[in-house]
C-alpha cells in the first residue's frame, strides 16, 4: 500500500509538472529587451551628388590638323592610350634633319678627339707645337658642345613630334567629343571630355551647425537605390569650411562604399547621424506602439510568480511574464532606436516582437528564437 500511495504522488507530480509545461507552452511567445541608457544620436538626412575626382577636357599641345579619332563617346580607355592623332609629317622631317645634323656632328668629334690624341702622342714640345695642341684641344671642345647642342635640339624636336598624339592622362570614359577628321585645332580647343569613373567621391551639402559636431565616431549611411536593401555606411574623407552663404551649408565628402554602383551625376541620399554629447534612455523601434490618436506606448514584461530570470539581461525561457502597457513620451529616433524622454526609468523588460495582439496583463513565454 505504501508503495503505490507513493506511486500514485508520483505520477500526479508528473501530471502537475505537464500541466506547468503545457500552460507554459500555451502562452505566446514574445521577445524582449532591456531598457537601457546609451548616447543619443542626431540624425540628418542628406541628397548629394556623385562626382568624379578628375574630369578632363583634353586639347592639343600643338596646332595641327586631324588625321585620326581613335574613340568615341563612351568609349573606355585606359592610361596613356591614343585618342587623336595629328597629322606629323612636317614634324617627322625636322626630326630627321636633326638626328641626320647629329650624326654629322658626332663624326667631327670622333676626328678631333682622334686628331687631339695623335698630337699628345708625339710629344708636346718636341715634334709638335704647344700652340697646335692647344689648337686641336680647343676644336673637340667646340666638337663636343656642337654635339650636345643638337642632342637637345633633337629631344625638343622629338617631344613636338610626340605631342601631335594627344594621349589619356588617365583611365576613365570619354563623357564627349567634340572633333573629328580633317579639323585645325590649336592649343587651348577642346577636344573630348575624359571622365574618371573609378575615383568617385560623394558630395553633400550639409547644414552649417554640424560642422563642429562631426567627429571620429559620426557615421554617414548611404541609402541604396533599391529599396530592399540596407542603408551602407561610407568614410568621411573631408569637410570643406567654404560655406555657401546663401544656403548656410558647408561640403562633406566622402568615399563611396565598393557594394554600391555609383556614376558620376547620380543623385545619392544619405543619412548623417553625430553624437548629441547626452546620454539618455532608448528603446528599439519595434517596442513602440503608435495610436491613431497619437498616444505611444511599450508593453513591459514583467517575471510573474514562480521562476525568477538569471538576469534581466539574459531571461529564462522558462520564465513566465505578465505584461502591461505603459505610455512614453519620444524623442530623437536613429538606426532602429528612439529615445524615451518620459515613462521609462531604465532596466525594465520591453516586447520587442510579439506585441501586436498583446492586452493588459496577459502572461507570455519567452520566445525559442529570442532564448537563443
Partial sequence: MTSSFCQSLLLAGLLSLFAVQAAAQ????????????????????????????????????????????AVDTGDRVTSGDLLIALDDE??????????????????????????????RSVGVGRNIAATEVSSRESNLAASQAAVAQ???????????????????????????????????????????TLVDTNNL??????????????????RLLVEPGSPDREPVEAEIVARVPVTDAQARTFLLRASGPDSLTLLPGMAVE???????????????????????????????????AGKEPSAPEEPSDQQIYQVREKRVTLGASFSNRVQVLDGLEGGEQVVVRGNESLREGARVRLAERSAR
Avoid: C
Fill in 201 to 218: 567621391r560623394l558630395d553633400f551639402p550639409v547644414p552649417q551647425s554640424y560642422y563642429d559636431r562631426i567627429s571620429g565616431q559620426s
Fill in 90 to 119: 612636317i614634324a617627322q622631317f625636322d626630326r630627321n634633319q636633326a638626328s641626320a645634323a647629329l650624326d654629322q656632328a658626332e663624326v667631327r668629334l670622333a676626328e678631333a678627339r682622334r686628331r687631339l690624341d695623335e698630337a
Fill in 270 to 304: 544619405g543619412v548623417l547621424q553625430v553624437s548629441t554629447g547626452e546620454q539618455g534612455l532608448t528603446v528599439s523601434r519595434d517596442a513602440i506602439n503608435r495610436y491613431p490618436e497619437g498616444r505611444t506606448t511599450v508593453w513591459i514584461a514583467e517575471p510573474s
Fill in 150 to 192: 643638337l642632342e637637345a635640339q633633337l629631344s625638343r624636336l622629338q617631344v613636338e613630334l610626340d605631342r601631335h598624339n594627344v594621349r589619356a592622362p588617365f583611365s576613365g570614359v570619354i563623357s564627349q567629343r567634340g572633333v573629328d577628321l580633317g579639323e585645325w585645332v590649336v592649343p587651348g580647343n577642346e577636344l573630348m
Fill in 26 to 69: 500555451s502562452q505566446p511567445g514574445v521577445a524582449l529587451e532591456q531598457v537601457l541608457k546609451s548616447e543619443i544620436i542626431s540624425e540628418v538626412r542628406l541628397n548629394g551628388t556623385v562626382s568624379a575626382l578628375r574630369r578632363s577636357r583634353l586639347s592639343p599641345a600643338v596646332a595641327g590638323l586631324i588625321e585620326r579619332v
